[in-house]
C-alpha cells in the first residue's frame, strides 16, 4: 500500500529553501516543506535542558521536563515525525498510534520555535499533524470538538447561563458527578469549569470618546472570545485604560453582520485548519481598514494575539494583509512601553486601597465603580508587590521586555518575576482528563510554588487566561490581567496624562 498521500492544510513553502546541504541529509521522502521543517532539528538537544542547568530559565520543552522523556521533547517528535515522513511508521502515520502519543503532551508553547538553535516550529508541526490525523480519517472526540468549536458555544452557553451555573456548581460539588462527565466527555474531574458572564463584554460596551475628538490617537482593541464570555472586566479594565491614557478606542465588530469574530486559535490548535482560516479571514477583513488608517491593534490574550503575528502567516490567506496586521498587533504591553518611551503615557500613582486589599477588585469587580481617593506612597509605607507569571507565547514573542518597563514606571511598586516555564494549562491541555497530572507538575515546577510563597497581599499577574485558571485551581488564589492590575493601582482618569 502506497504512503497516505498528503495534502498539506498549513503553507509550509517557506521552508522549500531550507535542507540543502549536508546538515539536511535526513530530510524525510515525504512532506516537502512539511519534512524540511521537521528535519530542521539537528539532535544539538538543548530542548532537553533539565532544571538546574544553565538555560533553565528558558522555557522549553515543557512536557520534557516533567517526563525526562526523549519522546516527550522537541527532538524526539521532531524525530518521529520524520519517521512518519519516511514511511517507516505505516502507511498511515497520521491516523494510527506512535505519533499521537508523541504529541499529545506537547502544550504548543512556541518555547523550541523561540529556544531551539534551529528554531524548529513543533507548535506549527503539531497543529499540521492533527489536521492529517483528521484528513486522514479519524474522527474528532466530543471534546475536541467542543473545544474547537468553543467561540461558537460560549454565546450559547450564556444564553443557557440559568441552567449551566447550577449544573456547573453541582459538578463541583458532588465529585461522583464529576467523575461522571470526565468519563463521559474526558475533561478532568479535579479542574473547576470557567462560567460564562452574565453580559459579554462587546454586547454592551461602547467606547466613550466622542467621535469628534479626532485629534486623538487611535486604536483598535481586541476583545478575545474569551475576555468577551468569560472575563468581561480584563476587557473594561483595557479599554478604561486606553481611553483614560488618552486614546480614541475602537472596538472590533464583525463587518458583516455575523457572529464575533474570532482569531481561530482554538480551531487552529485543534488541527482545524479550514476553521482557522476561516475565522482568521474574518478578521482580517475587519482589522483591514484599521490597519489602513494606521491604527495600532492591541491584544489582551496572549496566544490570541499569537494568532495575528505568527499562525496567520502559514494559513494560505493574503499575504500584503496578514503582513500588515501582524505589523500593527501589540500586546497591552507593547503599547504602553512604546507610549511610555514616547512619553505619551506617564503612568500615575498606585492607589492607597491597593497597598491594603488585593483581592477587592479582582473577579466580579465593577470596573467602573468611583476610584478611591488618591495617596502618594510614602517613605514609611511598603511597596505593593507585584508577582508576574508570563504566558508562554509573551515568552516566545519577547513582549515581557515591555512588561518589565510598564511595572518599572510604577512608583512604589516592587515587581518580582516567577522564573516559570509552560503554567500547564495550554489551553485545552489543563482541562484533558488524561493529562491533569502532567499539567499540574509542569505548574508545579515553578509557577505554583511561587504563588503560595507570595505574601496574601501581593498582587499575582498573568495575562493568560488559562494561567489565571490554573493559579485558581493550584494555589487557591485569584490573579490578575495587567490591564486589571493597571486599572486597580492607576487612578484615572486624573492619574493618566497626555
Ligand atoms: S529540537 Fe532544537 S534544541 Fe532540540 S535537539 Fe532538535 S535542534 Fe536541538
Ligand atoms: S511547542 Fe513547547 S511543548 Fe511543544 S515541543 Fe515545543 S517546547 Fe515542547
Known amino acids: 500500500m502506497p504512503f497516505q498521500a498528503l495534502d498539506l492544510q498549513l503553507d509550509w513553502t517557506p521552508y522549500y529553501s531550507y535542507g540543502e546541504g549536508d546538515?539536511?541529509?535526513?530530510?524525510?521522502?515525504?512532506?516537502?516543506?512539511?519534512?524540511?521543517?521537521?528535519?530542521?532539528?539537528?539532535?544539538?538537544?538543548q530542548c532537553q535542558k533539565a532544571i538546574g542547568q544553565a538555560g533553565e530559565k528558558g522555557v522549553m520543552c515543557p512536557s520534557f521536563r516533567v517526563t525526562q522523556?526523549?519522546?516527550?521533547?522537541?527532538?524526539?517528535?521532531?524525530?518521529?515525525?520524520?519517521?512518519?515522513?519516511?514511511?517507516?511508521?505505516?502507511?498511515?502515520p497520521f491516523v494510527d498510534g506512535a505519533l499521537d502519543?508523541?504529541?499529545a503532551l506537547c502544550v504548543a508553547c512556541k518555547g523550541c520555535k523561540r529556544e531551539c538553535p534551529n528554531g524548529v516550529d513543533m507548535a506549527a508541526l503539531r497543529a499540521e499533524t492533527l489536521a492529517q490525523r483528521w484528513a486522514g480519517g479519524q474522527r474528532m472526540s466530543l471534546r475536541a470538538r467542543l473545544f474547537a468549536d468553543?467561540?461558537?458555544?460560549?454565546?450559547?452557553?450564556?444564553?443557557?447561563?440559568?441552567?449551566?451555573?447550577?449544573?456547573?456548581?453541582?459538578?463541583?460539588?458532588?465529585?461522583?458527578?464529576?467523575?461522571?462527565?470526565?468519563?463521559?466527555?474526558?475533561?478532568?474531574?479535579?479542574?473547576?469549569?470557567?462560567?460564562?458572564?452574565?453580559?459579554?463584554?462587546l454586547t454592551h460596551a461602547t467606547a466613550s470618546v466622542a467621535p469628534s475628538e479626532a485629534s486623538l490617537p487611535e486604536v483598535v482593541l481586541l476583545v478575545d472570545c474569551f475576555a468577551n464570555h468569560l472575563e468581561p472586566d480584563v476587557a473594561h479594565a483595557a479599554l478604561s485604560l486606553l481611553e483614560s491614557s488618552g486614546n480614541r478606542v475602537h472596538l472590533l465588530r464583525p463587518t458583516d453582520g455575523g457572529a464575533a469574530l474570532c482569531c481561530g486559535r482554538t480551531a487552529y490548535s485543534s488541527g482545524?485548519?479550514?476553521?482557522?482560516?476561516?475565522?482568521?479571514?474574518?478578521?482580517?477583513?475587519?482589522?483591514?481598514?484599521?490597519?489602513?488608517?494606521?491604527?495600532?491593534?492591541?491584544?489582551?490574550?496572549?496566544?490570541?494575539?499569537?494568532?495575528?503575528?505568527?499562525?496567520?502567516?502559514?494559513l494560505g490567506l493574503d499575504a500584503s494583509r496578514v503582513q500588515a496586521v501582524s505589523k500593527a498587533s501589540l500586546m497591552l504591553e507593547e503599547f504602553l512601553a512604546r507610549e511610555l518611551e514616547a512619553k505619551r503615557w506617564v503612568p500615575g500613582t498606585p492607589r492607597p486601597s491597593a497597598l491594603t486589599d488585593p483581592r477587592s477588585a479582582e473577579s466580579g469587580a465593577d470596573p467602573d465603580r468611583p476610584a478611591p481617593d488618591r495617596a502618594q506612597p510614602g517613605a514609611d509605607?511598603?511597596?505593593?508587590?507585584?508577582?508576574?507569571?508570563?504566558?508562554?507565547?509573551?515568552?516566545?514573542?519577547?513582549?515581557?521586555?515591555?512588561?518589565?518597563?510598564?511595572?518599572?514606571?510604577l512608583a512604589g511598586v516592587?515587581?518580582?518575576?516567577?522564573?516559570?516555564?509552560?503554567?500547564?494549562?495550554?489551553?485545552?491541555?489543563?482541562?484533558?482528563?488524561?493529562?491533569?497530572?502532567?499539567?499540574?507538575?509542569?505548574?508545579?515546577?515553578?509557577?505554583?510554588?511561587?504563588?503560595?510563597a507570595a505574601q496574601p497581599e501581593a498582587?499575582?499577574?498573568?495575562?493568560?487566561?488559562?494561567?489565571?485558571q490554573q493559579i485558581r485551581d493550584g494555589a487557591g488564589r485569584d490573579s490578575l490581567h495587567l490591564a486589571q492590575l493597571l486599572h486597580r493601582l492607576l487612578a484615572a482618569p486624573s492619574g493618566s496624562v497626555r
Not at 186 to 193: D, E, K, P, V
Not at 287 to 293: I, K, N, Q, S, T
Open 101 to 103: 502519543a508523541a504529541m
Open 272 to 314: 482545524r485548519i479550514d476553521a482557522a482560516r476561516a475565522h482568521a479571514q474574518r478578521l482580517l477583513d475587519a482589522l483591514a481598514p484599521h490597519v489602513a488608517a494606521g491604527r495600532s491593534v492591541v491584544g489582551l490574550e496572549p496566544s490570541c494575539l499569537s494568532m495575528l503575528r505568527d499562525e496567520n502567516h502559514q
Open 150 to 201: 468553543l467561540p461558537h458555544w460560549l454565546p450559547r452557553l450564556r444564553a443557557w447561563r440559568w441552567a449551566v451555573l447550577p449544573a456547573l456548581a453541582l459538578r463541583e460539588r458532588i465529585p461522583l458527578l464529576a467523575r461522571a462527565v470526565e468519563r463521559v466527555l474526558g475533561i478532568a474531574a479535579r479542574r473547576s469549569l470557567p462560567r460564562p458572564a452574565a453580559r459579554p463584554f
Open 23 to 45: 546538515a539536511y541529509a535526513a530530510l524525510p521522502a515525504h512532506g516537502a516543506g512539511f519534512g524540511k521543517a521537521a528535519a530542521l532539528c539537528i539532535g544539538s538537544r
Open 459 to 468: 498582587h499575582v499577574v498573568a495575562s493568560g487566561t488559562s494561567c489565571r
Open 414 to 452: 516592587q515587581v518580582d518575576w516567577v522564573e516559570s516555564s509552560c503554567c500547564g494549562m495550554a489551553g485545552s491541555f489543563g482541562y484533558e482528563a488524561e493529562h491533569y497530572d502532567h499539567s499540574m507538575r509542569m505548574a508545579e515546577l515553578a509557577l505554583l510554588p511561587a504563588v503560595r
Open 69 to 92: 522523556d526523549d519522546l516527550h521533547s522537541t527532538r524526539g517528535r521532531a524525530a518521529l515525525l520524520r519517521d512518519a515522513l519516511n514511511g517507516t511508521l505505516g502507511d498511515r
Open 381 to 409: 509605607q511598603p511597596p505593593i508587590q507585584v508577582l508576574v507569571h508570563g504566558h508562554c507565547h509573551q515568552k516566545a514573542f519577547g513582549t515581557l521586555k515591555a512588561l518589565r518597563k510598564v511595572l518599572g514606571a
